[in-house]
């Protein structure tokens, strides 16, 4: 058996480590070239993974090659049959060591391109959001004025006004404001230049549509708001077949006024056509003017489902409508307006058909992304591909918000911040965006900054049963119940909210009665509005109301009420348990009502078993965002128990969690922490976190 040594220098002598060499050298090469080249191509991802493990698999196989063949001067023959003493293995040694330094040289001019030009422009985009795009390439386009006859066409101009903004979206070299913060001007306002300074942009886009059977016309006109004159304007009769094209038309001739530079991928982008069936694209369209803003109810989710079914039953060709069908399947089953899931599968096929037929397509992969995140669950993997999301699509706010929802799932709290602020400058007016920034600054402890954005999303939009809780919410925990009852004072609103939150006001300040009877009349409304600020939304309100009402009653001495209250809370709560719910935050959010109840009925070790229960399905190192907030309602049952070996020690380490939303300032106002007041180990947490 020959040696080690001998085994070594016949590789040596045979070329097998040259060979080596060069074959890593110039598989590396084919993959940053394959990574830089194909998206510009829009050859998609799939591609890049084939080539990867392609030339994996050839690693082996070349290495046996170099091992068993020779290059002679008469070609490539077995070593076996070549005379050592003629053998031009050292001439062809030398060869290969050129061609090794060749292809290293080519490798190193790539990889110092890709770090200091292209790594320097991503560095750039990331330092500078997307209104860093110099001021003159800054564009927001207003509602579009429906001018048929038929007035229910207005679905019509709104989704006309979308997809402009959706192809303007795919254009890095320009800054462009969303849909959801230009929906609240007129379609031809009188103060251009006020909205533009509101809006921090340098031009409008103004439009109308007006349809008439299979005719539309369009008129778009361009205007510098600073000096109110038009760049252009353009008039398209058209037939609803011709429809794309002069969207498409429209976002190239921004760009061309602008003087904004579009890459070939970009023009690909702009003008590939979605559909050759205008009916389809028109159904198309009303469902995007249904599920492009914030769905808020069941009916709302139904429209536009129904017309994106229309749409992909006219043309199951359509990927662009089966990939939105899909993805607000998915929406409406995170936020718990499909309870019983019936949506889901439907979902999942729809996203197969998408990916089937426009792998790779950007609107394709952002469905994939919401299916990741909200029914698998898999945070690191929606993650990872909306990441690349962000150059492909870079003025689209989704994608901005969605990476900022998930990097705070998995943690990436800095991210998460940086990523929301760049969609609120994509959005300067969008109450959603305020609400979710703000939650992030809450999520990271500064409730001061967190108010604020929760305030000016409310002057955006005073009725929101989300920003008002949430605005409630902060002030309580900086301790403030004057400033939370100077808000509800002077809130506009008329919601069963509004009466539940001056009901939890005055828990607070220990007005029991008071809070019984608001509390009550919110819970009478029959109000089923579901509120991150409650449960994270997986659950209705009105079930946290009524927790709170069986406090204030068991608080007021009405024992019986009390008792009574508990008992139907946890009895709707085994009844949902007992229906198995698929999502495991809705099973979480119903198993933490259910501790909460029967810790309130006295039953307490059951309550610290349902809680438990509850906080297992979420464990931290699967979601810090959520777990966070189960925990803290763990600990509010032990409190409720009287608990304070359990309670305290979990309240001290969610003062130092981020996420969970708990401060000194709330353990002192929330009656639930009541038992624990004469405890010295309580007295001493409040003592050494001073609010």
């Given at each position: 058996m020959p040696s080690t040594t001998s085994f070594l220098a016949e590789l040596q002598r045979r070329n097998v480590h040259r060979a080596a060499m060069?074959?890593?050298?110039?598989?590396?090469?084919?993959?940053?070239?394959?990574?830089?080249?194909?998206?510009?191509?829009?050859?998609?991802?799939?591609?890049?993974?084939?080539?990867?493990?392609?030339?994996?698999?050839?690693?082996?196989?070349a290495l046996l090659f170099s091992w068993f063949y020779e290059w002679t001067p008469q070609g490539i023959k077995l070593e076996s049959e070549i005379d050592r003493s003629v053998s031009v293995t050292r001439q062809t040694g030398k060869t290969m060591d050129r061609w090794i330094i060749a292809v290293l040289g080519v490798a190193v001019v790539l990889l110092l391109t890709d770090k200091l030009v292209f790594n320097r422009d991503r560095r750039a985009a990331d330092e500078v959001p997307?209104?860093?795009?110099?001021?003159?390439?800054?564009?927001?386009?207003?509602?579009?004025?429906?001018?048929?006859?038929?007035?229910?066409?207005?679905?019509?101009?709104?989704?006309?006004?979308?997809?402009?903004?959706?192809?303007?979206?795919?254009?890095?070299d320009l800054k462009v404001i969303s849909r959801t913060s230009t929906q609240r001007y007129a379609s031809r306002p009188d103060n251009l230049m006020a909205i533009a300074r509101e809006l921090g942009v340098a031009h409008i886009l103004e439009g109308s549509v007006q349809r008439a059977g299979n005719r539309v016309r369009i008129n778009v006109q361009l205007i510098e708001a600073s000096s109110d004159s038009h760049l252009w304007a353009e008039t398209y009769d058209r037939t609803l077949d011709d429809v794309f094209v002069v969207q498409s038309e429209v976002s190239q001739k921004i760009a061309e006024s602008l003087a904004a530079r579009l890459t070939r991928s970009e023009l690909s982008a702009l003008t590939r056509k979605p559909t050759d069936n205008a009916e389809a694209y028109a159904a198309y369209l009303k469902g995007r003017s249904?599920?492009?803003?914030?769905?808020?109810?069941?009916?709302?989710?139904?429209?536009?489902?129904?017309?994106?079914?229309?749409?992909v039953a006219l043309d199951p060709g359509f990927a662009l409508a089966w990939g939105e069908l899909a993805r607000l399947t998915f929406l409406s089953d995170w936020s718990g307006l499909d309870a019983s899931g019936a949506l889901r599968e439907e979902g999942r096929q729809a996203l197969e058909k998408a990916m089937a037929l426009a792998p790779g397509l950007p609107q394709v992969e952002m469905a994939r992304a919401v299916y990741l995140y909200y029914i698998a669950r898999d945070f690191s993997a929606a993650y990872a591909v909306i990441g690349p999301l962000q150059s492909r699509l870079p003025n689209d706010i989704d994608v901005w918000a969605y990476s900022g929802f998930l990097a705070r799932r998995l943690g990436f709290w800095e991210e998460a911040k940086a990523d929301l602020m760049r969609a609120r400058v994509l959005a300067p007016n969008d109450s959603g965006i305020a609400f979710h920034l703000g939650s992030i600054f809450g999520s990271m402890g500064d409730f001061t900054q967190a108010v604020a954005l929760f305030d000016a999303g409310l002057a955006l939009k005073p009725d929101d049963d989300s920003l008002l809780p949430a605005a409630i919410l902060g002030r309580w925990l900086l301790g403030d119940l004057a400033g939370a009852a100077k808000v509800l004072a002077q809130s506009r609103a008329t919601s069963a909210m509004l009466q539940a939150l001056r009901g939890q006001q005055a828990l607070l300040q220990r007005d029991f009665e008071a809070a019984a009877r608001a509390l009550q009349a919110a819970i009478d409304s029959g109000s089923d509005i579901h509120t991150d600020t409650v449960f994270d939304g997986y659950i209705p309100a009105r079930i946290d109301w009524q927790l709170q009402l069986a406090l204030a009653q068991q608080r007021a001495g009405a024992q019986a009420e009390a008792r009574a209250s508990y008992s139907r809370l946890a009895a709707l709560a085994r009844q949902a348990l007992e229906d198995k719910p698929e999502n495991p935050y809705v099973e979480a959010a119903w198993g933490l009502v259910l501790g909460q109840a029967l810790a309130g009925l006295g039953e307490r070790e059951a309550a610290v078993s349902a809680g438990e229960t509850a906080v297992a399905l979420t464990p931290e190192s699967a979601d810090p965002l959520e777990a966070a907030v189960w925990n803290y309602y763990l600990a509010r049952i032990h409190a409720l128990n009287g608990d304070a070996a359990r309670a305290v020690p979990l309240a001290t380490r969610l003062l130092h969690t981020k996420a969970s939303y708990l401060t000194t300032a709330w353990l002192g106002l929330d009656p639930a922490w009541d038992a624990l007041r004469s405890d010295a180990r309580f007295k001493a947490l409040l003592a050494e976190h001073p609010p």
């Open positions: 060069f074959y890593a050298a110039a598989a590396w090469l084919l993959v940053q070239v394959a990574t830089q080249v194909f998206p510009f191509f829009d050859i998609p991802n799939s591609t890049v993974r084939i080539v990867v493990i392609a030339v994996m698999i050839g690693f082996p196989f997307a209104a860093s795009v110099a001021a003159d390439k800054s564009v927001a386009v207003l509602p579009f004025e429906n001018l048929s006859e038929d007035k229910a066409n207005g679905y019509f101009a709104d989704g006309i006004q979308d997809e402009i903004l959706t192809g303007l979206a795919k254009i890095g249904f599920g492009s803003v914030s769905v808020v109810s069941r009916g709302q989710v139904d429209l536009a489902l129904a017309a994106y079914r229309r749409a």
